[in-house]
C-alpha cells in the first residue's frame, strides 16, 4: 500500500474545514434544530443524493490516496449511483441543469483517477 503524499493534503482540506465548521455549527444549535437536521439526514431523499455522492466521493479519495483501486472503484461506483439519482431528482425542475450534474461528475470522477 503505497500513500500518494500529493492526494493527502487537498484531501485534509476538503473535507477537514467543511467537517470542522459543520461540527461547530451543530454544536451551537438548539435542541430543536437539532432534531430537524437529523431527521432531515435520515430521509432516503437525502441519502441517496447527498449521502451517496459525499460517501462516495470521499471512499474513492481515499482509495486514491492509498493507491488501493478496488476501493477507488467501489467510490467511483457510489459517486456514479448518487449521480445520477441527483440528476433524476433535478429532472423534474430543470432539465438543463439536470444535465449538468453528470458532466460534474465525471470530471470528478476524471480527476480521481489522475
Known amino acids: 500500500m503505497n500513500i500518494d503524499i500529493d492526494r493527502v493534503i487537498p484531501f485534509l482540506f476538503m473535507w477537514g474545514f467543511p467537517i470542522f465548521f459543520m461540527v461547530r455549527a451543530y454544536v451551537k444549535m438548539d435542541t430543536n434544530d437539532k432534531n430537524d437536521v437529523k431527521r432531515d ?67 470528478a470522477i476524471f480527476f480521481l483517477n489522475k
Not at 441519502?47 to 492509498?66: E, K, M, N, R, W
Open 41 to 107: 439526514f435520515k430521509t432516503p431523499h437525502f441519502i441517496f443524493t447527498i449521502g451517496f455522492l459525499a460517501v462516495g466521493l470521499f471512499i474513492a479519495q481515499l482509495g486514491s490516496i492509498f493507491s488501493i483501486h478496488l476501493i477507488n472503484i467501489v467510490g467511483t461506483l457510489i459517486l456514479v449511483i448518487g449521480g445520477i439519482v441527483k440528476a433524476i431528482d433535478i429532472w423534474g425542475r430543470s432539465k438543463i441543469k439536470s444535465l449538468l450534474v453528470p458532466v460534474l461528475i465525471a470530471v
